[in-house]
Nanobody
Framework: QVQLVESGGGLVQAGGSLRLSCAASGHTFSRYAMAWFRQAPGQDREFVAAISFTGSSSIPADSVKGRFTISRDNNENTVYLQMNSLKPEDTAVYYC???????????????WGQGTQVTVSS
């Protein structure tokens, strides 16, 4: 069982930056691929980025490529999402997830956090 707690969301102006964190409980964090997803009101959940067990590989969604970076610290049981050049369309609740495969599908992940709100004003 893995429990995930996101933090770092907030209100930021367009062009600004935020860094989200997701702290995981338990001693098996390094055995899980991690990912970030987001969901805007009235829209489907959207893949943002994923990272492998060791952090040696990551995949960003096309919509955030070049602006967002996912990373992890297995000593701290934490995964991060650095978000730069934020746009109003990035406004959503951001969720971290843990699973066995670092893929873009939500069904690949077994554990989810409660989410953190990111609002980007124009």
């Amino acid at each position: 069982q893995v429990q995930l707690v996101e933090s770092g969301g907030g209100l930021v102006q367009a062009g600004g930056s935020l860094r989200l964190s997701c702290a995981a409980s338990g001693h098996t964090f390094s055995r899980y691929a991690m990912a970030w997803f987001r969901q805007a009101p009235g829209q489907d959940r959207e893949f943002v980025a994923a990272i492998s067990f060791t952090g040696s590989s990551s995949i960003p969604a096309d919509s955030v490529k070049g602006r967002f970076t996912i990373s992890r610290d297995n000593n701290e049981n934490t995964v991060y999402l650095q978000m730069n050049s934020l746009k109003p369309e990035d406004t959503a609740v951001y969720y971290c997830a843990a699973g066995k495969v670092a893929g873009p599908r939500g069904t690949e992940y077994d554990y989810w956090g409660q989410g953190t709100q990111v609002t980007v004003s124009s």
